[in-house]
């Protein structure tokens, strides 16, 4: 089936510092999405991009869908304590159907 | 707008027990998609409803594990003779038509570790 590799697996940095996470893909995907989930709770949308070269930030997020269509990354700046959680990419649809394929995700760990 | 809910929050039960999770999706969504979550992984997909078009059951991992929707609303995941395997926080997540661009609205998800 399809996959997306999602790295790194998890990050721990200091708190003010930027986070690049990426995913990558053999397939093409026509949206990417990209998703935080708090501990103990369900994902949470956080941008989505529909179009390939597209970059769109929300607030200290910025996040581009790569010109393959089988890439996007996501960046965080400035990052804060309440920054901790999982990021997950999610992409689809493309012509093997329309289910979202999510990444494994990327835990981050934000120091004081 | 309540957004998607789930119950129980968790569940403990012992091998070989069935257990019911519920979904409430949002009103008016007429997609909604199980997920399994097991420790520390990402998101497996289990099934997906799209409004009264037959389910698509491909994600479910053996055939101990079955979900009705009913009235086009609430879900019921059920898993017969549960296995320790089965252990994961399972997310049910719905959104408005269900075309793969749209946006999926998680629930928070119910914990289920099976003893």
């Known amino acids: ?112 | 707008g309540a957004g998607v809910s789930q119950s129980p929050s968790n569940k403990v039960t012992e091998k070989g027990k069935d257990v019911e999770l519920r979904c409430d999706p949002i009103s008016g969504h007429t997609a909604l998609y199980w997920y399994r979550q097991s420790l520390g992984q990402g998101l497996e997909f289990l099934i997906y409803f799209q409004g009264n078009s037959a389910p698509d059951k491909s994600g479910l991992p053996s055939d101990r594990f079955s979900a009705e929707r009913t009235g086009g609303s609430v879900s019921t995941l059920t898993i017969q003779r549960t296995q320790q395997e089965d252990s994961a926080v399972y997310l049910c997540a719905s959104s408005l038509s269900g075309g793969g661009w749209e946006t999926q609205y998680f629930g928070p998800g119910t914990r289920l570790l099976v003893l």
């Open chain 1, 1 to 112: 089936g399809q996959q997306l590799n999602q790295s790194p697996q998890s990050m721990f940095i200091q708190e003010g510092e930027d986070v690049s996470m990426n995913c990558t893909s053999s397939s093409i995907f026509n949206t990417w999405l990209w998703y935080k989930q708090d501990p103990g709770e369900g994902p949470v949308l956080l941008i989505a991009l529909y179009k390939a070269g597209e970059l769109t930030s929300n607030g200290r997020l910025t996040a581009q869908f790569g010109i393959t269509r089988k890439d996007s990354f996501l960046n965080i700046s400035a990052s804060i304590p309440s920054d901790v959680g999982i990021y997950f990419c999610a992409g689809g649809p493309n012509n093997a159907g329309n289910m979202l394929t999510f990444g494994g995700g990327t835990r981050l760990m934000v120091k004081p």
